[in-house]
């Protein structure tokens, strides 16, 4: 047992008899447990749909656009070809938009925002029963906060508006990470729930697998106080994980090895990632405005060291501390340190890490309400003990409403780094039969498929197979000797590209038909130029 700071009373260890976990367990159905979950599920579904189609489509959304119009046996045909990591997505995307009828961004856009206010529904859900087994007195504020304070982070609310894997990434991370705790409390087929959403985790993105890294650590902190979790011996607790994680790789390996082979689809990324920049960038990025990067970390901190205290007096198996924690850190570190030898982090890949963020900052919240009620015993003996909270709950209103105008600019059109239906406009404006258009690089063709009205009669004579029929993401071009071929009678050339185009073709990146384009393009005039975010339309005609 150890001694709860809050009430001076007694904590006992999850799974006994009578614990705070076991009347969690028997007041599941309680008005309380519901609003805990759905408050913060269904602020999330509001905040993430509110203006969620006013964003442009931008450029990887415009692959899942593209990839989500195909039929289910096109997609499965260019798994092994292309983009294998991203193919659950993309089924569940074609799914969605079969039943609606339509591929509008707010269709595009709807399974991340059901997931991530799923997932904010599950942070809260984790917060309140780590805080239950840690024995707090005020588990169910605990989850509340843990999950309004998850829904209203700019960086959920910019992925919940997004057609890609990342939202439901973090969904399916919140779910792993609820079911471990269900699973070392209550064992049996919460371990099998359990390998089967760590195993879903990385089908929709194979670097959620590092989840299972964070939790090993998290399963070594709690290894102490296994003994006590319904009289089961901790290395049996740990075997029963190490099972669990060894299944949910398993069945990952054929995608792994697939995913490997495509590994060329990440080598965009160059250049040397430092560690401390790249840090600091993501810990900025998840605190939203820059004035809140201390208070939300700071937060934190406190709610890591004061769990670590009562750790060490009561030893509960785990804590907001041991599971958050770990959580947080490990994902984006261990990608940053392999980045060391070959580029690989990005902070769209650790996205699922930003419940435990949630999570550290409320149990923060919690133990500064903890600390007055200590602080003043007369409230507990006067029936007064909500009167506790009441600082921490003016902390996380000024938070939120500190939140509210960095997640409007989320749902700005400037918000995103390019847009696809503007620069397809563009061309429609100012076209003329017989135009041709270079894609540099071929990525970018996904455009013409997007927005085929746009683009009719602009002819792309570099393409050989198109991605369907190719079975792949962006086609196949011809030679450079054919391409010459095809560049007779030609008057007019859109180039499609990026800003550092120049420094593009000089990567090693760069194809033998991106230099033979860019070199017969140089024989033209530059006629206009027009920059949208990270993409560049250029005209060029004969001199």
């Excluded at 009167?387 to 938070?399: H, K, R, V």
Aim: with cysteine; aromatic share 10%; hydrophobic share 55%.
């Amino acid at each position: 047992m150890g001694i709860d700071l809050g009430t001076g009373e007694p904590t006992r260890r999850a799974g006994a008899a009578g614990s705070p976990s076991s009347r969690a367990d028997r007041a599941w159905f309680s008005p309380v447990a519901w609003l805990v979950a759905v408050v913060p599920g269904v602020l999330g579904l509001i905040i993430g749909g509110y203006h969620v189609g006013r964003p442009p489509i931008w450029g990887d959304e415009g692959v899942t656009k593209a990839m989500a119009a195909r039929s289910v046996s096109q997609l499965l045909a260019t798994m092994p070809h292309d983009d294998i990591v991203h193919g659950a997505y993309y089924l569940v995307v074609h799914a969605v938009e079969t039943v609606a009828g339509s591929s509008a961004p707010t269709v595009l856009r709807a399974p991340s925002v059901v997931a991530m206010a799923v997932a904010a529904a599950f942070t809260a859900l984790i917060a309140r029963r780590l805080a239950t087994i840690a024995g707090s007195p005020y588990p169910a504020a605990t989850g509340l906060a843990a999950g309004v304070l998850f829904a209203l982070l700019p960086a959920v609310i910019r992925y919940a508006q997004e057609a890609r894997s990342y939202a439901i990434v973090t969904m399916l991370a919140a779910i792993t990470t609820y079911l471990l705790v269900k699973a070392i409390e209550d064992g049996g087929r919460w371990w099998i729930g359990y390998a089967a959403a760590a195993a879903l985790t990385g089908l929709f993105n194979i670097f959620g697998l590092l989840i299972l890294v964070a939790q090993g650590v998290t399963m070594l902190i709690a290894a102490p106080g296994l003994p006590g979790v319904a009289g089961r011996r901790p290395a049996g607790v740990l075997a029963r994980w190490v099972l669990a994680g060894i299944v949910a790789v398993a069945v990952l390996i054929p995608i792994v090895a697939f995913a490997y082979a495509q590994r060329n689809a990440i080598s965009w990324m160059t250049g040397q990632v430092i560690i401390r920049s790249a840090a600091v960038n993501l810990a900025r990025t998840w605190a939203g405005p820059e004035k809140l990067f201390w208070p939300v970390f700071g937060l934190a901190a406190f709610g890591v060291a004061a769990d670590a205290v009562t750790w060490r007096r009561g030893r509960p198996s785990v804590t907001p501390g041991s599971v958050a924690l770990p959580w947080l850190v490990l994902p984006p570190a261990l990608l940053l340190v392999a980045s060391q030898v070959h580029p690989v982090y990005d902070g769209r890949y650790v996205e699922y890490c930003l419940p435990a963020l949630a999570i550290l900052v409320a149990w923060g919240l919690t133990w500064l309400a903890r600390l007055v009620m200590a602080a003043v015993p007369s409230l507990s003996r006067a029936g007064l003990a909500w009167l506790g909270w009441l600082p921490a709950a003016a902390i996380l209103i000024l938070l939120v409403i500190a939140l509210i105008p960095a997640d409007a600019k989320v749902s700005l059109p400037s918000s995103r780094p390019d847009n696809l239906a503007g620069d397809s406009q563009i061309v429609a404006a100012n076209a003329k039969p017989g135009d041709i258009v270079f894609f540099i690089p071929m990525s970018y063709r996904p455009v013409e498929v997007e927005y085929p009205a746009q683009w009719r009669g602009v002819r792309d004579i570099a393409l050989a197979q198109s991605p369907v029929a190719s079975d792949t993401l962006y086609g196949t071009d011809v030679s450079p000797a054919e391409l010459l071929k095809r560049f007779t009678h030609v008057t007019r050339v859109w180039v499609y590209t990026q800003p550092a185009y120049a420094a593009y073709l000089d990567s090693a990146r760069a194809t033998p038909v991106d230099k033979e384009e860019m070199s017969l393009v140089a024989r033209m005039k530059l006629v206009r130029r027009w920059v949208d975010g990270d993409k560049m339309l250029m005209l060029y005609q004969t001199r």
